[in-house]
């Protein structure tokens, strides 16, 4: 069920499968990443230097012979600080940008060498002499659950009475899953620019989601007015969530230095030190019980996630939250408490991460729906297909009714195409003739809510100029990071000016074209970057649509934008020419566009309300085969229907479900974070963190778009697409359970996130080991 284009000439770029704005550049390598902005002259280099131990304080830090090497400028510390030495997204936590007596994790940066030369500033860095007193941190969830440390309260929501309905329960379950984190590992690694100005005024170049965070970190930090900062950036290679919070600290790092030098100054994060100093995907303990009857429908459900948050809380609140949002995915958990409990660990903090948080909060309810089906002998499509949300049954345990609820039909129409009932049955006879490679099979769905949950984020605004050649001048608060959003918003402005993309100049989002941005980020950059720019690009039309219908004598609602051209009753003018004319005429062509998302709103303490404006829903079939003496896995085939609404750029979307679905897979079969007993990562590097390569993406890998449409009022009647696609490659995770599960039917399978092939071969000998 492809999406087909709209052919209406109303929408003669909405709706087209354009390529990304910067595909071509891309591909040539001319696209200019910050690395590759000409340097100003004189331009130093920022290397900053992490501490040696994980917990403890510093009692002694000699650097003279740091300063001493060849090459070094200066050496900062927390003392060269004018301001706050604080770099945290979040008013209730601290997060130093230098270190000052205490030692909280691994890496953690204690002073920044700046060098005329970045090689140099590397090698001047070994030479400092610091003496700790070291003590023992806590690393992992386990020990933070026995030793009690949290960066925020335990927090709680649910309906009903679950203990009671777990008690009068046909049938009973209780057991645990561990998900695994994640690295972002990002093309493009952290980077930032400094330039001083004058009057302390500071520009600064930045890889970051978040330009208006930067600009507010970098003010904190210097003591000034936000007004004395600007952040700007064209494109990232590559986000996934690391850039939303976490680039402030190399922003502030480099305008610190810029400030106290009085130079250009850049810091390039080397991998490995990028590995170590930044946060990743929260890895999460999770404990359920569950009670449900003959047929497996879910009667009393409760569940807690424990998640490791690192040192501080960053963006904690609002991505544990989020996995309790996706504890329920598709299904009605009718009585249930939703918990989560956010640890404090000795190591680095753990931040947003695509998804944020409700690829894990789905990961327990989906363990969950495959045991049942393993107690019951059924199969576990069935058990999903039994609970799914349902005219009655359709309210979600944080009070949020499901109005939009396609789960079924797009899961049976993908059932169908992928040909499950039947592949179920091969699998089931391949396995039982084949002794050492057992194939598995699973269909799992996704239903993800899109919103940011802090209610105020939910605002964008965009600036549009339309210059009197007919040229359009587009900007707005949304940042490019490969997804292609500057694309799409390019084609909605070009379609309310009836003229091409090719028109439409995009430019490098900066806090000084738009202000109080919110972050790119919650896959809501599209709707809420979109509707600003279509509503300032419809300011401007409407004020050349009355001067055109003066001109010519029509009535104003009789002129048109199509085509490249303006039509009024029997006239017809080029839109370039109406533009040069609309400036003759002293008519102003250039707009501010706000957009606030309508009908939201959550009420945290008592965990009821409406934190999303809709959902977005998908399904996958994944096959796989196991090698049951290595644990090794392959991926047969995959098959993929997802609900992108009314798709505004079809090839974007695919691209992007694409992407996200082998980036998940990632997540839960090869991608393990690896600490040590002294909190040091291990896994730091492309030799010891294993990422998807090409040769991981199935080879019969089938991607198809639902046809259907927004019922809410977003641009286009378009849905999301970012983050839902992630949640996908779950179906691969089940189908290795599914797998494992042959050897012993009706056994549970004791199978951990990520599924790599020592956690596969755990599984394998719990559920051959007699009882």
């Not at 789905?362 to 297909?385: H, Q, S």
């Not at 009821?608 to 085969?625: H, N, Q």
């Not at 189908?735 to 042959?742: E, L, N, P, R």
């Amino acid at each position: 069920m492809l999406h087909k284009p709209a052919t209406s000439p109303d929408t003669a770029s909405v709706s087209q499968a354009l390529p990304h704005d910067s595909a071509t550049r891309h591909v040539a390598g001319a696209a200019l990443y910050i690395d590759d902005v000409l340097e100003p002259a004189g331009t130093l280099h920022v290397v900053p230097v992490g501490a040696k131990i994980a917990a403890g304080k510093i009692l002694a830090m000699d650097l003279d012979a740091v300063r001493a090497a060849p090459g070094v400028v200066t050496v900062l510390t927390a003392a060269d600080v004018p301001g706050r030495n604080d770099v945290s997204p979040v008013q209730f936590d601290v997060d130093p940008c230098l270190a000052e007596e205490r030692i909280e994790f691994h890496s953690q940066v204690v002073f920044c060498v700046v060098g005329r030369t970045r090689d140099e500033a590397r090698r001047a860095g070994r030479l400092a002499r610091i003496t700790y007193e070291e003590a023992a941190p806590v690393v992992s969830v386990d020990e933070a659950l026995d030793h009690g440390g949290e960066v925020m309260p335990d927090y709680v929501f649910g309906q009903g009475d679950p203990d009671a309905a777990l008690d009068k329960a046909e049938h009973r379950l209780q057991g645990s899953i561990r998900v695994g984190g994640q690295e972002h590992f990002y093309l493009e690694g952290q980077v930032a620019l400094a330039t001083p100005g004058e009057a302390g005024d500071m520009h600064v170049l930045s890889s970051t989601q978040h330009p208006s965070e930067v600009q507010h970190v970098v003010a904190r930090v210097f003591g000034v007015a936000d007004a004395a900062v600007e952040c700007a950036v064209r494109r990232m290679g590559g986000g996934f969530g690391g850039k939303e919070s976490q680039a402030s600290q190399w922003a502030a790092l480099a305008a610190l230095a810029a400030r106290v030098t009085g130079k250009p100054c850049k810091l390039r994060l080397d991998r490995d030190d990028d590995m170590a100093m930044t946060g990743k995907r929260h890895d999460f303990l999770v404990n359920y019980d569950v009670g449900f009857d003959d047929e497996g429908v879910i009667g009393g459900y409760d569940i807690t996630y424990a998640a490791r948050c690192g040192y501080s809380a960053d963006l904690s609140l609002g991505i544990c939250d989020r996995a309790m949002f996706h504890a329920d995915n598709a299904y009605f958990l009718g009585d249930c408490r939703v918990a989560t409990r956010r640890m404090k660990t000795n190591t680095v903090s753990n931040t947003a991460f695509r998804g944020f948080g409700g690829p894990q909060g789905m990961m327990g309810i989906e363990r969950v729906i495959d045991a049942i089906a393993w107690r019951l002998g059924r199969d576990p499509l069935d058990i999903r297909k039994a609970n799914f949300y349902a005219p009655g049954r359709d309210v979600t345990p944080f009070g949020q009714t499901v109005e939009d609820n396609v789960i079924l039909d797009l899961v049976e129409t993908l059932e169908k195409s992928s040909e499950y009932r039947a592949r179920r049955r091969q699998v089931t006879a391949f396995n039982e003739t084949s002794a050492i490679l057992k194939k598995g099979i699973a269909l799992t769905p996704v239903k993800f809510g899109i919103s940011f949950t802090l209610i105020h984020l939910n605002q964008a605004g965009a600036l549009v100029h339309v210059y009197s050649d007919g040229s359009v001048h587009l900007n707005h608060g949304g940042t490019e990071m490969g997804q292609g959003l500057y694309q799409k918003v390019a084609q909605v402005t070009a379609d309310v000016f009836g003229i091409g993309v090719d028109r439409v100049k995009i430019m490098a989002t900066s806090t000084a074209k738009v202000p109080n941005t919110s972050p790119t980020a919650a896959s809501s950059g599209t709707d809420l970057n979109g509707m600003a720019a279509r509503i300032a690009s419809r300011t401007i039309r409407d004020r050349m649509a009355a001067f055109a219908a003066g001109e010519f004598g029509v009535a104003v609602e009789s002129v048109e934008f199509r085509g490249g051209h303006v039509t009024a009753g029997d006239k017809k003018i080029d839109f370039n020419e109406l533009a040069r004319q609309c400036v003759l005429a002293r008519i102003s062509l250039s707009s501010t566009g706000y957009y606030r998302t309508p009908k939201i709103h959550w009420d945290r303490p008592a965990g009821r309300g409406r934190p999303f404006l809709y959902f977005a829903y998908g399904a996958a079939c994944s096959e796989v085969t196991v090698d049951t003496l290595t644990g090794e896995m392959k991926v047969d085939r995959v098959d993929i229907l997802h609900d992108v609404g009314r798709s505004i750029n079809p090839a974007i979307d695919i691209g992007q479900i694409e992407g996200g679905f082998v980036q998940g897979m990632g997540w839960l079969t090869t991608e393990e974070l690896v600490f040590d007993g002294k909190g040091r990562l291990a896994t730091h590097a492309p030799s010891t963190y294993k990422i998807p390569t090409a040769g991981d993406i199935p080879a019969d890998f089938r991607v198809a778009l639902y046809d259907n449409q927004n019922r809410e009022d977003v641009v286009g009647r378009s849905k999301a697409v970012g983050e839902p696609p992630l949640m996908l490659p779950i179906s691969v995770f089940s189908a290795i359970a599914d797998a494992i599960h042959s050897l012993a039917p009706g056994a549970p399978v004791l199978l951990n996130a990520p599924a790599t092939p020592e956690e596969i071969l755990k599984a394998i000998k719990a559920i051959m080991r007699p009882s």
